[in-house]
T-cell receptor, first 112, second 113 residues
Framework: GQNIDQPTEMTATEGAIVQINCTYQTSGFNGLFWYQQHAGEAPTFLSYNVLDGLEEKGRFSSFLSRSKGYSYLLLKELQMKDSASYLCAVSAVPYNTDKLIFGTGTRLQVFP | SQTIHQWPATLVQPVGSPLSLECTVEGTSNPNLYWYRQAAGRGLQLLFYSVGIGQISSEVPQNLSASRPQDRQFILSSKKLLLSDSGFYLC????????????FGEGSRLTVL
């Protein structure tokens, strides 16, 4: 079966650093994605990891360990606008990178 | 630039009534198209995807259907809605390349009463 696990909720303070973890067990692996979704809005793409290691993009970084079936999204210098749900998704179908399996999302609340 | 629109944004329908959600993509050709549903407390669930006109793959057995009458048009339908069909429906497109990035529409919130 396909399974993606991430914490349901997290809280953090403005200016701090937060790490959102994601573990997955899937029948195949073509890459791992992180999306951001503000309440009532559509998800927007944040990052894509296909090889082990850290990918940095501004205040956001994403890490992948394929052998451990593990990823994390690191958010630095948190801002109030970072309050949102963060969705971990895996592409598990051979030759079709776009068919993603999504986790339930982690709702992050940033407090002043 | 590419844009994606879906409508209606919100609708309230009685059980047993029909449904039609429409999605169109502009600024690109031959996109892969997707319908996802996001129920409360659950992750995004892939319902249908299409790699071309008239080509629809169903991911989950249900009373919903999808059609792609034109290259950049994707329609989600039901003949008789169930209470369990309530949710947030998202249309998305991708280039079908190895990037895997999905571009989502604004979403349609369906409440079945």
């Amino acid at each position: 079966g396909q399974n993606i696990d991430q914490p349901t909720e997290m809280t953090a303070t403005e200016g701090a650093i937060v790490q959102i973890n994601c573990t997955y067990q899937t029948s195949g692996f073509n890459g791992l994605f992180w999306y951001q979704q503000h309440a009532g809005e559509a998800p927007t793409f944040l990052s894509y990891n296909v090889l082990d290691g850290l990918e940095e993009k501004g205040r956001f970084s994403s890490f992948l360990s394929r052998s451990k079936g593990y990823s994390y999204l690191l958010l630095k210098e948190l801002q109030m606008k970072d309050s949102a749900s963060y969705l971990c998704a895996v592409s598990a179908v051979p030759y079709n990178t776009d068919k993603l399996i999504f986790g339930t999302g982690t709702r992050l609340q940033v407090f002043p | 630039s590419q844009t994606i629109h879906q409508w209606p944004a919100t609708l309230v329908q009685p059980v047993g009534s029909p449904l039609s959600l429409e999605c169109t993509v502009e600024g690109t050709s031959n996109p892969n198209l997707y319908w996802y549903r996001q129920a409360a407390g659950r992750g995004l669930q892939l319902l249908f995807y299409s790699v071309g006109i008239g080509q629809i793959s169903s991911e989950v057995p249900q009373n919903l259907s999808a059609s792609r009458p034109q290259d950049r048009q994707f329609i989600l339908s039901s003949k008789k809605l169930l209470l369990s069909d309530s949710g947030f429906y998202l249309c998305a497109w991708s280039r079908g390349s190895s990037s895997g990035e999905l571009f989502f529409g604004e979403g349609s919130r369906l409440t079945v009463l």
